[in-house]
């Protein structure tokens, strides 16, 4: 194997809080999350991250972080503060699923440094928001969304490909776990 995009790390998240108010719980879970994505990837080469382990998809560990890296900033960017000026990372018009099908090894530590920026940026961004109730300044297709519904279609999104995450690690190299 060759040098590994993530190093290896220990495991030092905490659990989200359980006594706590609903913006701590929430930012609790997202952040629980945000680092179980670079965990999952820990120790593994760009080739074994490129990996598509079901054939005939696409989903490769890259691909998700890929995937992750733009609903991070669709969420936090364009619809939480209206930014109009967000790169297109992997996905456009010609290539809808880009984050996932054109994955690949070359890219691999690239694409896990614009994870871990875009993480940097729209944490940032979150923090600065302390109303749940109100609607933000962007829409999400045409509608108004407020904060809260945007940290739970994160939590949601982030629980939905961690999953994905847990089958396509133990395909690599048989590790499993939470």
């Known amino acids: 194997m060759t040098t590994p995009i993530v190093p290896e790390r220990d495991d030092e998240r905490g659990d989200p809080p359980k006594v706590s108010g609903e913006r701590a719980v929430l ?3 997202l952040d629980l ?10 120790g593994l080469d760009a080739e074994q991250l490129a990996r598509r382990s079901v054939p005939p998809s696409t989903l490769s560990l890259i691909g998700v972080v890929r995937h992750l890296t733009e609903a991070e900033a669709y969420w936090l960017r364009v619809v939480l503060d209206d930014e109009q000026d967000v790169p297109d990372y992997y996905s456009t018009a010609d290539e809808p699923d ?5 994955a690949n090894a070359a890219d ?15 944490r940032a961004r979150a923090a600065a928001w302390s109303d749940l109730d109100s609607p933000v300044r962007g829409l999400r ?15 949601e999104e982030y629980a939905r490909h961690l999953g994905h995450m847990d089958l396509l690690r133990e395909a690599v190299d048989g590790r499993t776990g939470y």
Not at 98 to 102: P, R, V, W
Not at 113 to 119: G, K, N, P, S, T
């Open 27 to 29: 930012d609790g879970w």
């Open 33 to 42: 999350y945000r680092d179980t994505v670079l965990l999952k990837i820990a």
């Open 98 to 102: 880009g984050d996932f099908d054109l």
């Open 108 to 122: 691999a530590a690239e694409n896990v440094a614009a994870y871990e920026h875009e993480l940097d940026v729209t």
């Open 141 to 155: 297709r045409g509608e108004p969304v407020n904060l809260r519904w945007i940290l739970v279609h994160l939590v």
